[in-house]
């Protein structure tokens, strides 16, 4: 499944606010779950707050099914972790979808915020996965820029970022 400029674009933004978001958390603080959506030219962030970040996360996924009926395009943001060999690491996961994409994809970008530090490490290029299967870094690696052009929109994106 290609995956639209647009798309791409509205994920990096996407990951541009969840960077900012976990900067200004206390050290065990979950990144609450949010939602971009566009509609009539118009984006709107909801956050679905809740005790469980898991209850919070399947409550974000919910909306955006729901959105996905009116809206032109969404990204749905949540803290995760991903395997790097054995070990768990930290990763921001942005759930994308626009118009005439059959279903959402998902960007995973890994990062580490060292103790007593609010500039977040982002650790290699993120990470793509369409249906359920994470794609191979070199056959999606050029679509990077589209994601960081996406990143740059976000006013922010430059000051938490190491």
Known sequence: MPLPESALNLAGFALAQAVKNISLLSEDDFLCPFAIVEQ???????KFEDPRPDTAIV????????????????????????????????????DFWTKGMKSPATL???????????????VGDPGIIIDSIVQDPGEVGHLVRYIMQGVHQHRQSGSMVE
């Open 40 to 46: 009539a030219g118009n984006r709107t962030v909801t």
């Open 59 to 94: 409550r974000g996924k919910e909306a955006m099914t729901q959105a996905t009926k009116n809206a032109e395009a969404w990204a749905l943001g949540h803290e995760d972790f991903t395997q790097q060999g054995k070990e768990a690491m930290d990763a921001i996961a942005i």
């Open 108 to 122: 995973v970008q890994r990062f580490e915020l060292p103790p007593g530090q609010r500039k977040i490490h982002l």
